[in-house]
């Protein structure tokens, strides 16, 4: 069964740093790409970034394009997301996500918008709080 499983979340002051882990088991980890989104309350869902394990390419959304980075740990099967200079406005749940990765997922056009659709497996999220 494919699980994914995300920690790391919490409150955190305006400009701090916080560092998502994104759990994976249940399939081969480097076949696969891994995207993180998050949804503010009253808001869509948005596409932050993603990361192809078997390339390692990698894309992100423009709000956090030079403030966050995907990185991943194929041997402990797990994809971070650093998160730095934090913003009120980066508060939402994050949740990671997994498609094979010959379905190019990570380059769907417009990611932030639409890359939800290209992910069928969902871990339950992480809350991240950021205040002012």
């Known amino acids: 069964e494919v699980q994914l499983v995300e920690s790391g979340g919490g409150l955190v002051q305006a400009g701090g740093s916080l560092r998502l882990s994104c759990s994976a088991s249940g399939f081969t980890f480097d076949d696969y790409a891994i995207g993180w989104f998050r949804q503010a309350p009253g808001k869509e869902r948005e596409g932050v970034s993603c990361?192809?394990?078997?390339?390692?390419?990698?894309i992100y959304a423009p709000s956090v394009a030079g403030r966050f980075t995907i990185s991943s740990d194929n041997a402990r099967s797990t994809v971070y997301l650093q998160m730095s200079s934090l913003h009120p406005e980066d508060t939402a749940v994050y949740y990671c996500?997994?498609?094979?990765?010959?379905?190019?997922?990570?380059?769907?056009?417009?990611?932030?918008?639409?890359?939800?659709?290209?992910?069928?497996?969902w871990g339950k999220g992480t809350p991240v709080a950021g205040s002012s």
């Open positions: 990361i192809n394990l078997s390339h390692y390419n990698t």
């Open positions: 996500a997994v498609n094979h990765a010959g379905r190019s997922p990570c380059r769907r056009a417009a990611f932030h918008v639409y890359g939800y659709e290209e992910f069928e497996v």
